[in-house]
């Protein structure tokens, strides 16, 4: 019974490795962002039973990230660094609403589908919607939901333009939320969220590794 019980977990551990690979190339190549849909898209493309134990999304992120290095190389490395220069500048840009920015671009997982995501602080939303009017920037407006607690979720405002042809995606939070991160998709943690100076940080160490790759390597 054990080695039973042990062939079928390798099996399950399989499948699950199969579906995150075909999930992360789904996001890769077809710009996909809701992870969900994504694994259930490869596992019925696999043949994988949907409810069977798919992968967390922290598994498609990893392979998400191997994907990127095997078949982008060089170009994931300077597109991401591009999107974090953009999202340096829209903190500059933000400051008066104390910014973070989240998200595919601070975790390395962006591609040419990510926009620039940040979660801005007010308690009247319609400040940002002035702030950008002011400034003439055209934006679309829509609701974005978030999980504050396991039990909790909440809809808040959120605003998206371009920046020279990027996507900026910006999501309007109470004060009250600065120091309480809604939680991430894959769980129970608060999302990963970075000010200023973690991204110039992140700046500085794409710059030093760009400087080290090989000029003919990918």
Request: glycine share 4%; net charge neutral.
């Amino acid at each position: 019974m054990p080695r039973l019980r042990s062939s079928a977990m390798r099996a399950d551990d399989q499948a699950r490795r199969r579906v995150a690979v075909a999930a992360a190339r789904l996001i890769s190549e077809q710009g996909i962002r809701d992870y969900h849909f994504a694994k259930r898209k490869a596992a019925e493309r696999l043949g994988v039973p949907l409810d069977s134990a798919l992968p967390k999304n922290s598994e498609i992120e990893q392979a998400l990230r191997e994907h990127q290095r095997l078949f982008a190389g060089k170009d994931h490395a300077d597109h991401l660094r591009h999107l974090r220069e953009v999202a340096a500048e829209a903190l500059r840009f933000f400051a008066e609403f104390d910014p973070r920015l989240v998200g595919a671009v601070l975790d390395g997982s962006a591609d040419r589908y990510s926009a620039v995501c940040l979660q801005l602080f007010a308690d009247e939303p319609e400040a940002v919607a002035r702030f950008l009017g002011e400034r003439h920037i055209p934006f679309e407006e829509h609701d974005r939901e978030l999980r504050l607690t396991r039990e909790l979720r909440k809809q808040f405002p959120a605003f998206v333009f371009s920046a020279d042809g990027t996507p900026v995606d910006l999501t309007v939070l109470p004060l009250a939320l600065r120091r309480q991160a809604p939680l991430d998709r894959d769980g129970d943690k608060p999302m990963q969220r970075a000010g200023a100076a973690t991204l110039q940080a992140l700046l500085i160490k794409d710059s030093a590794d760009a400087a080290q790759r090989p000029l003919s390597g990918t």
